[in-house]
T-cell receptor
Framework: KAGVTQTPRYLIKTRGQQVTLSCSPI?????VSWYQQTPGQGLQFLFE???????NKGNFPGRFSGRQFSNSRSEMNVSTLELGDSALYLC????????????FGSGTRLTVV | AQTVTQSQPEMSVQEAETVTLSCTYD???????LFWYKQPPSRQMILVIR??????QNATENRFSVNFQKAAKSFSLKISDSQLGDAAMYFC???????????FGTGTSLTVIP
């Protein structure tokens, strides 16, 4: 079966712009989580969605937002981009909200110039 | 707050040899899970092995095994008969049973020398 699909794979944006990243979970999975990966800060939790509801949010500014659609696909949006937002953004999906069974995508590499 | 520490930024191992990656964590919880994920250049995080904290027996998956010391809050990964395909970044991760997120360590870059 298809894995977690993240699009686009690479993205270059200019400071001040906004960006939307997409994550299509494995068929049947209802939970989607997002993580930011940078060399300096490592992997940091952004948010988790389950059945279109945000269950938890990490310690990121309000410029970072997300949503989940009825088909479980999720998008995250970053407004007013800063150079420090350059990172690999990973999403992971699972059937439910328990600790097991998470499958990660290959991420979107965002570069802010 | 939960923290996960990987004290070895880089490790190397000869092909067919054994290597152990270290991980310690800090938590006041009693019900949690520990994981080792592998991130090759393809960037996808791949689950290597997991350990439920309530289980005393160490988890094993083929050539991969863990040494879980709950009292010491230590969770090391042993890779036996290392293969070239094992070369990757390895991340140790913690998750509470009722939590909503993984807490990751900073990773260990493993090089396998032919």
């Amino acid at each position: 079966k298809a894995g977690v699909t993240q699009t686009p794979r690479y993205l270059i944006k200019t400071r001040g712009q906004q960006v939307t990243l997409s994550c299509s979970p494995i068929s049947g999975h209802r939970s989607v989580s997002w993580y930011q990966q940078t060399p300096g800060q490592g992997l940091q939790f952004l948010f988790e969605y389950f059945s279109e509801t945000q269950r938890n949010k990490g310690n990121f500014p309000g410029r970072f937002s997300g949503r989940q659609f009825s088909n479980s696909r999720s998008e995250m949006n970053v407004s007013t981009l800063e150079l420090g937002d350059s990172a690999l953004y990973l999403c992971a999906s699972s059937l439910g909200t328990g600790p097991m069974g998470y499958t990660f995508g290959s991420g979107t590499r965002l570069t802010v110039v | 707050a939960q923290t996960v520490t990987q004290s070895q930024p880089e490790m190397s191992v000869q092909e067919a040899e054994t290597v152990t990656l270290s991980c310690t964590y800090d938590t006041s919880e009693s019900d949690y899970y520990l994981f080792w994920y592998k991130q090759p250049p393809s960037r996808q995080m791949i689950l290597v092995i997991r350990q439920e904290a309530y289980k005393q027996q160490n988890a094993t998956e083929n050539r991969f095994s863990v040494n879980f010391q709950k009292a010491a809050k230590s969770f090391s990964l042993k890779i036996s008969d290392s293969q070239l395909g094992d070369a990757a970044m390895y991340f140790c991760a913690y998750r509470r049973n009722t939590g909503n997120q993984f807490y990751f360590g900073t990773g260990t870059s493993l090089t396998v020398i032919p």
